[in-house]
């Protein structure tokens, strides 16, 4: 067992400051018990707690570390801009060139505007959805997670379904029924929704691969059928890629599998670290976009330049090497899932691994995990029981059956073999 009461000590000192003692629910450990481990620093593949324990991570902040903690391009990058000054208020040009940079990797971002966060970018594509269309209604999936904004705090996923508060108090009823929510690869849930209510949904946004129910992919056809769909009845399609892009593919989702939505919004790996969301879609659509349109949308920090000098570091480094990094991001994650795929038959163990190149998770059920049902039918008891078994082994995986892991770059086959191997001893006692 690892030494952990420095950690335990902290949070209940900073329970008494902080709400449950995190800035972030889905840090709080609450659905797999026990307290979150304070961390003092991370370097590549590891992080390491107040109590001296390291660990092998695989939240990588929850997407954004794609390289490995601490990369020296995204270090060096923010050092140097330091040095100028922090936040001007004001354009510079290192904006322009993050914006060139996105938009040359995501061509149906013909505009993009930056802000602080995912929850941002979203809350303003939705805006900008509404305004563009004039409509109001917004059709999400059960169990897909687009940040915070009161809109989509309905059937949400992440922190929200771990929390048990997939519907969040405090978003006004009148404005909760402007969000449809249908099933994720049902495509007669989403047609009966667009007979019903077609002329009124502004957009249907989406995790084209879904991580915050845990890994679900799109049947064959669906991000398709959502294409068609969405331009029959005159709706904007919104892919949320605050965690897919840059991750599966250097151009998320959008380029693995070739739809062009109208609206994209990014997160995590934009920002390589440090707080930075975009949205951005077709010139039509951005027109809208305050100051040149009606939609109004704006931040002291965005386009920040220590933000932004990090988010250039980290994607000039990604599109550099893009020829090696991600076919080894799919290499690695091929390892672990058959390695853990031999694990799991020998020990006739009722577990799914869901993964998509670098992302994955571990279910504890044998049902195929299409859809926000399904994954909520796992055995979350077993699943705490098994991070715990992990943790203790030295492997950091995220706090909730709910979420996504994130292999990295810098993730090496020793890291690879360590966690094969703790995974192995886990099962045996749970
Ligand atoms: P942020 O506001 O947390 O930067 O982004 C919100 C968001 C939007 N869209 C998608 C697809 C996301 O995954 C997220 C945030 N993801 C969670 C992890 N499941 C962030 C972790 C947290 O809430 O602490």
């Not at 990058?77 to 938009?103: C, D, I, M, N, R």
């Not at 594509?125 to 809109?151: E, Q």
């Amino acid at each position: 067992m690892k030494k952990t009461k420095l950690s335990e000590r902290y949070h209940h000192k900073a329970k008494q400051i902080i709400p449950g003692g995190v800035n972030s629910p889905a840090r709080a450990f609450l659905s797999v018990g026990g307290f979150p481990r304070y961390i003092k620093s991370a370097k590549g593949p590891f992080i390491k707690d107040i109590d001296g324990n390291k660990y092998i991570d695989y939240v990588m902040s929850w997407g954004p570390m794609i390289l490995g903690h601490s990369h020296k391009n995204v270090r060096l990058a923010v050092q140097k801009t330091l040095k100028s000054g922090a936040s001007f208020g004001a354009p510079t040009v290192a904006e322009y060139e993050l914006a060139k940079l996105v938009s040359s990797i995501y061509p149906a971002m013909e505009k993009v505007r930056l802000v602080n966060s995912g929850t941002e970018a979203v809350m303003s594509a939705i805006r900008l959805a509404r305004g563009h269309t004039g409509r109001d209604m917004i059709l999400k999936f059960d169990g897909c997670y687009h940040g915070h904004c009161d809109s989509m705090l309905v059937a949400a996923g992440s922190g929200a379904q771990t929390l048990g508060v997939p519907n969040s108090k405090g978003v006004p009823a009148d404005l909760a029924k402007l969000t449809l929510t249908a099933r994720f690869n049902d495509k007669k849930d989403v047609e009966r929704l667009f007979e019903k209510h077609g002329g009124a949904i502004a957009a249907v946004i989406l995790e084209p691969v879904i991580g915050n129910m845990g890994l679900i992919k799109p049947n064959e056809g669906f991000l398709e059928f959502l294409r068609e769909i969405t331009e029959k009845h005159g709706a904007l399609l919104i892919f949320d890629e605050v965690m897919t892009g840059f991750r599966l593919a250097l151009g998320g989702a959008c380029e693995i599998y070739g739809v062009v939505p109208d609206i994209v919004t990014l997160g995590k790996i934009i920002g390589g670290g440090l707080p930075i969301g975009a949205y951005g879609g077709k010139l039509d659509v951005m027109k809208n976009v305050a100051p040149e349109g009606g939609v109004y949308q704006a931040g002291t920090l965005s386009g920040n330049p220590l933000a932004v000098a990090a988010g250039l570091a980290m994607l000039r480094t990604l599109v550099k090497t893009r020829s090696k990094v991600y076919p080894a991001l799919e290499e690695k994650g091929a390892f672990l899932e058959g390695a853990m795929g031999d694990i799991i038959k020998k020990a006739g163990e009722k577990i799914r691994v869901n993964r998509m190149g670098s992302m994955f998770t571990i279910f504890f059920t044998d049902r195929e995990i299409n859809c926000a049902d399904c994954a909520k039918k796992s055995d979350t008891a077993k699943f705490s029981r098994f991070f715990h078994e992990m943790l203790n082994r030295g492997v950091y995986m995220a706090p909730s059956q709910f979420e996504a892991n994130f292999i990295s770059y810098a993730h090496d086959g020793m890291c690879l073999e360590k966690t094969v191997k703790a995974f192995g001893e886990a099962l045996k006692n749970i």
